[in-house]
């Protein structure tokens, strides 16, 4: 059984700052938030965890084996050499939906994300290491068939920008609702979904979905492990046999 | 009459380059990539210009004032810093759909995005200093009203992000076919695209189109200039006068 | 007794990258080689130790805590972003002189710096966690007695430069072949030194042979830890002691 | 003539910032300056200029082809980005040294490195566009004969450090005080030299004297531009000629 553990990443305050004392350079906003990614993206990646850009002002990570002295350190590097300073939740829970949603919670809990007095919280708790298991986490890895011969060679780039964005959209919104699973863009035509214990009729069954109601053709490779990058690694693998061997759902399992 | 000059920027061949020769760390493709957004969004920011994420793989510059040989440097300078190389097409004209179109096609006939042998191309044609005017771009700065009263400290995190991407994807599709414009997600509830001319009419049909189709109130800001920055710059300040005054469309000239 | 555990950091067959197929932008390699070495520094220092840009194509950390694993961890993210790759030497001992030799031999051992064909080696061993104890590390931090009021606000630009890189010179030599210890330039007028087990007095001779040598007047705070930042901190700590009460020689233990 | 365009970078109130509330973890400033660093580079590098880290609080840099305007920006672009801030002085003369030494002069006229409320000033003038000529900038590149055969792959790293170290050293105190030059260290073995009008009878001079002083067998490759870039591309291809012939001094012009 999964048991995912979610910490949402909150940039403090960020929205005011950026018009104060007036609105700051676009390119600048930018360049800023996805360095700031990438920071986080590396620091937790490198402890086997994933981290997601959502809304950058809002980044959602998996953090399996990330303590919570780790998530301190995160604060405390980041906010000697960035401008802004982050708020971290961290909850667990065989549902990802749930996990992100107590995590959400007990940020919000500690103020609103508009509150000037609300800096650098860190709330909610991680599994300890005994407790962690095998199958803790569960990742999908789906995109979408032949797109680049698809759409990158035949469309403009706006429009197979769009093609991808609905076929994502719609799989977001599916694998949410139906699944209790977390989607998330992650650049090209990929998205990876955090998703509780699923099986191979879920995911047909969302690709059917998806190929119904946005005509968007997806294939997915799905994997487990006891961190994100293990389970995410699984389900690579699994998918370049979708990709050699034309299956449209493969399971590293 | 605007006058918009896109410039398509597509990594060459990162599909295979992210899998050979087997899958790379997720988390590291993830730094990569938004590192590179963020070099390419200093270098033609502090060219006066935007650049946007889209796909990563793809991105979308707005390029006003950049010329062949900035460019070139850009290709040069990223080539010598990252793993991986640019190819960058550029077109102009009054409709930024056609001119993305245009500048899709000159990459497009160079070869395909996945073909190993097309590395650094580089095609098209920039406006000329003498033909710029100060109304070549028209930016409108879009956000969601009062959306961290309303999803931020209200829903789960990913909710909200469900929430405002819905609104930000049918803003998309609309203002593309009904007013040939390229719409893109900048992060927290920002949403930044590139117009045509378009009068406040247009943005009233549009704001009250996206209502009534997912239930997202938008406001907007637009302004004009020479260049994305100062266009963007005054649509910014406008949408300031939006949140000051509770209007909902703010025209900067 | 120290336990002091160094890496070499070397990147592969650099000198001819950096002129293949013809010399390269300087400002793009300055780029390249200033943000890998931040990189390798975030890495190494959120695992808590430290790691100096020496000559930027050799690398010197002192990796106390980190384990093999983690090292190869390193090479695989840094190839998976970079257009080079770095090999790994890791070893320990009493004296860091001594450990950095026997890191630098098996390195050497495994090709030149410039041979094509030797790429990401990683060789060495680390000192496993049951042997790990608090004084395993011994860092040094010292400065320039009021560098900002008699250089920084007196002198040019360069000449105050010059005069505290004198001081850094002649304290790197002195440590290096009085007292078996790695000193490193680290910004500003700070220089930090990686020590076997000295005592006060061996600061004091230090800093009077600096004085009597090039006329810089320095002071320093000494650490111990198990690792590098804890060993670091407490030096940093213990150097505020100087500022504060006028004195020369602060040790934290 | 020459007449070298310098800039000086100073990041304000630093030393105190690094101590505020407590000192700072040591990699995260270490990463932050380089990564600053790196980003000055960038932007003065694409624009044909070089940046030298020189102490990192305080750099350097060559900016001709800079104006107020670009140097404005660039502010504005670091305070948006970094917890810190910078301040710019800029001159400019046919000898580095006095360049460098007005543009010290008229940043410390606007108030102490360490004065709380001496922020973001920018200070001094640059050369308008009819003035530039093609020899305004004159660049020396010089190397290690055969660093990597005598030190890199065969001494451990600290001495060859040490070894390359001293030889910098002695080239910097030589070049400044006989011949009005900056050097600089610029990572593995190279220092770069931004000098006055200086003859091939004056790069043997130095290369004889830091070989009697402290053994370090030298060369040099020397070019002259409109811009640093100009002249020290055609320094690194007249030093790709020392490299392949077993020159000692070459000239571009």
Redesign the interface.
């Known amino acids: 059984m999964t048991n995912t553990q979610v910490t949402?990443v909150?940039i403090d305050n960020?929205?005011p700052w950026?018009?104060t004392p007036?609105?700051?350079?676009?390119?600048?906003?930018?360049?800023?938030?996805?360095?700031l990614?990438?920071?986080i993206?590396?620091?937790?990646?490198?402890r086997d965890?994933?981290?997601f850009?959502?809304?950058?002002?809002?980044m959602?990570a998996v953090t399996n084996g990330l303590t919570m002295a780790d998530h301190e350190?995160?604060q405390?590097?980041v906010g000697?050499?960035?401008?802004v300073t982050l708020s971290l939740g961290v909850a667990t829970g065989t549902s990802p939906?749930q996990a992100?949603?107590d995590?959400?919670?007990v940020v919000?809990d500690a103020g609103?994300?508009?509150d000037e007095d609300r800096r650098e919280c860190l709330e909610g708790r991680t599994i300890d290491d005994p407790h962690r298991t095998d199958d803790d986490v569960q990742i999908a890895h789906f995109d979408v068939v032949d797109a680049?011969g698809q759409y990158?060679?035949e469309?403009?780039?706006?429009?197979?920008?769009?093609q991808?964005?609905?076929g994502y959209?719609e799989l977001?919104?599916h694998m949410?609702h139906a699944h209790d699973s977390?989607s998330f863009f992650?650049?090209?035509?990929n998205v990876?979904v955090v998703c509780p214990d699923l099986e191979a009729d879920d995911y047909e069954e969302a690709i059917g979905h998806v190929e119904t109601a946005v005509d968007v053709e997806l294939q997915v490779g799905v994997g487990r492990g006891s961190s994100a990058?293990d389970a995410?690694?699984a389900a690579?693998?699994a998918l370049?046999v979708c990709r050699a061997d034309g299956t449209r759902v493969e399971l590293a399992w």
């Open positions: 949402l909150q960020y929205g950026t018009v007036e609105p700051r350079r676009e390119a600048d906003l930018q360049t800023m938030q996805s360095r990614y990438a920071d993206s590396q620091f937790v990646g490198n965890g994933y981290t850009f959502t809304r950058f002002d809002n959602i350190l995160l405390e590097s000697n050499r960035y401008p939906v992100l949603s995590a959400t919670t919000q609103s994300a508009q680049t990158t060679d469309l403009n780039a706006f429009d197979s920008f769009i991808i964005e609905q959209a977001m919104r949410r977390l992650v650049g090209g035509d990876i990058h995410g690694f690579k693998h370049e």
